[in-house]
Nanobody
Framework: QVQLVESGGGLVQAGGSLRLSCAAS????????MGWYRQAPGKQRELVAH???????NYADSVKGRFTISRDNAKNTVYLQMNSLKPEDTAVYYC?????????WGQGTQVTVSS
């Protein structure tokens, strides 16, 4: 059974930093794009950033210059370094990855930024 397990969420003051991790495990033959999405209360889930297997990245305009996505292919892990956090970054953050040509989701991790 392939699964994605996130870690690193929590409560932080505005201007602070957090680092999210997401590790894929199970019977894995290939991992293509890995990414992070977020969903705030009452809002739709939105893309935060994604990274291809070759390292090309894409970011939502709202996080450009503050967030950095990276991955360790040897560990099947994707990271999201979040700096200069704002209260509007508060959301549940979900990891997503195309594993063995299927889209997989993690269980989500809460990020709360206090003003």
């Amino acid at each position: 059974q392939v699964q994605l397990v996130e870690s690193g969420g929590g409560l932080v003051q505005a201007g602070g930093s957090l680092r999210l991790s997401c590790a894929a495990s199970g019977r894995i033959f290939s991992i293509n794009i890995m990414g992070w999405y977020r969903q705030a209360p009452g809002k739709q889930r939105e893309l935060v950033a994604h990274i291809t297997s070759s390292g090309s990245t894409n970011y939502a305009d709202s996080v450009k210059g503050r967030f950095t996505i990276s991955r360790d292919n040897a560990k099947n892990t994707v990271y999201l370094q979040m700096n200069s956090l704002k209260p509007e970054d508060t959301a549940v953050y979900y990891c997503n990855a195309i594993i063995n040509q299927y889209s997989r989701w993690g269980q989500g991790t809460q990020v709360t930024v206090s003003s």
